[in-house]
């Protein structure tokens, strides 16, 4: 099981913006999808990202052109760059690693937005 540490959740204002990022314990060039989720209280869980190993990204219509998705290959991590924050932006945000084998998911990090 591929080992995920997630970290860059945190407070922030109304438009603000917050960079999460997620080390894989090992190389993540053979991973086909990496996904970010989020969860806020009482809510299911939203997939909010997507990106493919050749980099084709796709988004929540939520978060279409406020957030990025990208990958690192050399570094292990894949990044959430989170920009125009909103306070129905504020979850729980994980990572999620899926091939055919394996489904690999982060502990999780706070993004709390305040009004």
């Known amino acids: 099981q591929v080992q995920l540490v997630e970290s860059g959740g945190g407070f922030v204002q109304t438009g603000g913006s917050l960079r999460l990022s997620c080390t894989a314990s090992?190389?993540?060039?053979?991973?086909?999808?990496i996904n970010w989720y989020r969860q806020a209280p009482a809510k299911q869980r939203e997939l909010v990202a997507t990106?493919?190993?050749?980099?084709?990204?796709n988004y929540a219509d939520s978060v279409k052109g406020r957030f990025t998705i990208s990958r690192d290959n050399a570094k292990n991590t894949v990044y959430l760059q989170m920009n125009s924050l909103k306070p129905e932006d504020t979850a729980v945000y994980y990572c999620?690693?899926?091939?055919?084998?394996?489904?690999?998911w982060g502990q999780g990090t706070q993004v709390t937005v305040s009004s």
């Open positions: 999620n690693l899926v091939t055919s084998t394996l489904n690999s």
């Open positions: 090992g190389s993540i060039v053979n991973i086909p999808f």
């Open positions: 990106i493919t190993s050749s980099g084709t990204e």
